[in-house]
């Protein structure tokens, strides 16, 4: 089965700050992403890469950079066999401009958002917008969060580029957004 995802990437300011919050966090104990920061657009199972590039291409040439401010963290809750740990995220404010950029690139290939996309879809109107800080274990989520908040990252950022890569992490192509 081929899957895919496609990461919304950000400004040099906003991934500094992401990477070195990562950074704190692992020396903390936590687990940490091998994934850029970013957020999550879609992902895919048993699409073509040819085609999800082509739709990531044209999307590009009709989009600008988009703005954004990290305003809250959330958590998706613990699931399956990972019932002691969740995951612990920084969400944007869901700013029209933003969330119609995100609605719209669901616009095609809409039905290949299963399994690792179910975070993603935007086809029961309830994605979880999010970039991922670290998973947690339940029991130690204040700590976490202690640190989380000790950091500036509750600041406006940029969405400057689309990313396509297979699941798991290998860069197809970039697709960088021009300025407005």
Not at 80 to 109: G, I, M, Q, S, W
Request: hydrophobic content about 40%; glycine content about 2%; aromatic content about 12%.
């Amino acid at each position: 089965m081929n899957r895919y995802v496609v990461l919304a990437r950000f400004d040099k300011n906003t991934e500094e700050k992401l990477i070195a919050l990562r950074r704190e966090m692992t020396n903390a104990g936590y687990a940490s992403s091998e994934w850029p920061p970013h957020i999550t657009l879609a992902a895919y199972e048993d699409l073509d890469a040819e085609a999800l590039c082509d739709w990531t291409g044209e999307f590009v040439r009709e989009h600008t950079r988009q703005k954004l401010v990290f305003g809250s963290v959330s958590l998706l809750p613990p699931y399956a066999t990972h019932r002691e740990t969740a995951v612990l995220c920084l969400n944007p404010v869901h700013a029209k401009p933003f969330v119609d950029f995100y609605y719209a690139f669901h616009e095609k290939y809409e039905s290949f958002c299963k399994g690792i996309g179910s975070f993603s879809a935007v086809s029961e109107d309830k994605p979880v917008i999010h970039c991922t800080l670290s998973v947690v274990r339940v029991t130690e989520l204040q700590d976490a969060l202690e640190l989380v908040f000790q950091n500036d990252i509750f600041t406006q950022a940029e969405v400057t580029a689309l990313e396509v890569y297979t699941y798991p992490m290998r860069l197809i192509k970039r697709f960088d957004l021009t300025r407005a």
